[in-house]
């Protein structure tokens, strides 16, 4: 298995909800990540897990929550965002730290806060 | 800003010919990738180049770096339609910061 799954694929809230985004990948990575890309812009990093702790946090607001409940799953639990959040958010997997053989991206969720 | 730069930010070209697309980054790097991504989905892994190679093939795609510059650039020769997307360079370092570029958007004419 070489893919990083995403569910689900379109996501629809409103302000008030809590819903969670959710990543999943059997390639054996030990780090994993969670990018947040607007339209005709780049991807940016909000946050990263190394061997299931959370090594990086791109000072992303609290109302984002990450969490690795095992090596081979990646969450994302919102609650409470603004419609500026709206985005695809991409989640990544890797070897270790970036000196392996590339990331591996999932197709995305497309999020949208109403 | 996270992002490196990368130009031209579109490019437009008819199918056979090359493209080329340059990336500036700022870290002190041990790789550069370079990724593709279609339309609203994710991105693909194209190919990676170590801080001590210079120069690097994949079939159509080549791509060379300079420490020095601390720049890259992927040529894809003898395009097709299906190249058409947005391509973009990441810096690999050792602290799991992964960053990637501004991106080019190249729209390939049949």
């Known amino acids: 298995d070489t893919e990083v799954t995403q569910t689900p694929k379109h996501l629809v809230m409103g302000m008030t909800n809590k819903k969670s985004l959710k990543c999943e990948q059997h390639?054996?990575?030990?780090?994993m990540y969670w990018y947040k890309q607007k339209a005709k812009k780049p991807p940016e990093l909000m946050f990263v897990?190394?061997?299931?702790?959370?090594?990086i946090n791109e000072s992303v607001p609290s109302r984002f929550s990450p969490e690795c409940p095992n090596s081979s799953l990646l969450n994302l639990h919102l609650h409470a965002l603004q419609p500026e959040d709206s985005a695809l958010y991409l989640c990544?997997?890797?070897?270790?730290?970036?000196?392996?053989?590339?990331?591996?991206f999932g197709s995305g969720t497309r999020l949208t806060v109403v | 800003s996270q992002q490196g730069e990368e130009d031209p930010q579109a490019l437009s070209i008819q199918e056979g010919e090359n493209a080329t697309m340059n990336c500036s980054y700022k870290t002190s790097i041990n790789n550069l990738q370079w990724y593709r991504q279609n339309s609203g989905r994710g991105l693909v892994h194209l190919i990676l180049?170590?801080?001590?190679?210079r120069e690097k093939h994949s079939g159509r795609l080549r791509v060379t770096l300079d420490t020095s510059k601390k720049s890259s650039s992927l040529l894809i020769t003898a395009s097709r339609a299906a190249d058409t997307a947005s391509y973009f360079c990441a810096e690999g370092n050792n602290f799991n910061k992964f960053y990637f570029g501004s991106g080019t958007k190249l729209n390939v004419k049949p």
């Open positions: 897990y190394s061997y299931e702790k959370l090594s």
């Open positions: 990544a997997s890797s070897q270790d730290r970036g000196q392996g053989d590339g990331y591996t």
């Open positions: 180049i170590r801080s001590n190679e």
């Open positions: 390639m054996g990575h030990r780090a």
